[in-house]
Every structure is written in C-alpha cells, then in structure tokens.
C-alpha cells in the first residue's frame, strides 16, 4: 500500500518543510494565511511535521525530535537575520509543543491503527 511507503512520506515532509520555511521568513501581509496567533502557526506547523516526519522515518522519534527542534531554532535564527521578522524564544517553545502534540496523535493513530487491524498495540 502506497501510504506506508516511507518515501511518500518524505516528499510531503520536504515539501512542507519548504512551505513552512517560506512562510516564516516572508513579510506577513493579510494575504499570508495564518491561524489568528503566531504561536498557534508554530504550534500548528510543527504538529504538522512531526507527523510527516514519524511517517517519513519510523521508529526515528529521538531524530525526528532533534531534527525538528533543531530546524526551529534555524527558523528563529533566519528570522532575526530578515527587516520584518522576530527572533522569539517564545516561538521555540511553541514548536516544541507542536512536536509533543505531534507525537501523541501519531502515537495515538498507530495504537487505533492496530486496533483496527486486529493487532495487539505495541511499544
């Protein structure tokens, strides 16, 4: 089945991780779509890739972690280096949180997933 093909995955996950990017390091207009609250796009954005991420490369969650947090403070770093953006600590932790409620619904998915199938829910 296609959808448990790793390398779909891994697609998506660059080319969200493009999209992301791009949208953290443009200047933000009213034309830029946005959830209302800038932690709530971190939050949101990265619950988004940690779910790529854990489909992309599975039983990697240490990587996916370090990866991710690691591609935040990027993010952080990039912005402070552009006229209209904000370096924020507070955007951090906002991703950091994305991540946590990334891997509880992927860990969620795999246990319901399981339970569909019949299997018993594994580690």
Same mark, same amino acid.
Not at 22 to 49: C, M, Q, R, Y
Not at 69 to 84: C, K, V, W
């Given at each position: 089945? !296609?959808?448990? =093909?790793?390398?779909?995955?891994?697609?998506?996950?660059?080319?969200?991780?493009? @999209?992301?990017?791009?949208? @953290?390091? !443009?200047?933000?207009?009213?034309?830029?779509?946005?959830?209302?609250? =800038?932690? @709530?796009?971190?939050?949101? *954005?990265?619950?988004?890739?940690?779910?790529?991420?854990?489909? *992309?490369?599975?039983?990697?969650?240490?990587?996916?972690?370090?990866?991710?947090? *690691?591609?935040?403070?990027?993010?952080?770093?990039?912005?402070?280096?552009?006229?209209?953006?904000?370096?924020?600590?507070? =955007?951090?932790? *906002? =991703?950091? !949180?994305?991540?946590?409620?990334?891997?509880?619904?992927?860990?969620?998915?795999?246990?319901?997933?399981?339970?569909?199938?019949?299997? @018993?829910?594994?580690?």
């Amino acid at each position: 089945m !296609i959808l448990r =093909d790793p390398r779909l995955w891994r697609v998506l996950l660059v080319l969200c991780l493009l @999209s992301v990017t791009t949208l @953290s390091l !443009i200047d933000v207009g009213p034309e830029v779509p946005h959830t209302g609250w =800038d932690k @709530s796009n971190h939050a949101l *954005a990265f619950v988004t890739l940690t779910l790529l991420a854990s489909l *992309a490369f599975p039983g990697r969650t240490a990587g996916v972690v370090l990866g991710l947090m *690691a591609y935040g403070g990027l993010i952080e770093i990039l912005q402070s280096l552009t006229p209209n953006r904000l370096a924020e600590w507070a =955007d951090w932790l *906002a =991703d950091g !949180i994305g991540i946590a409620i990334g891997l509880a619904l992927y860990q969620l998915g795999r246990m319901l997933w399981r339970q569909l199938r019949g299997l @018993s829910p594994q580690r």
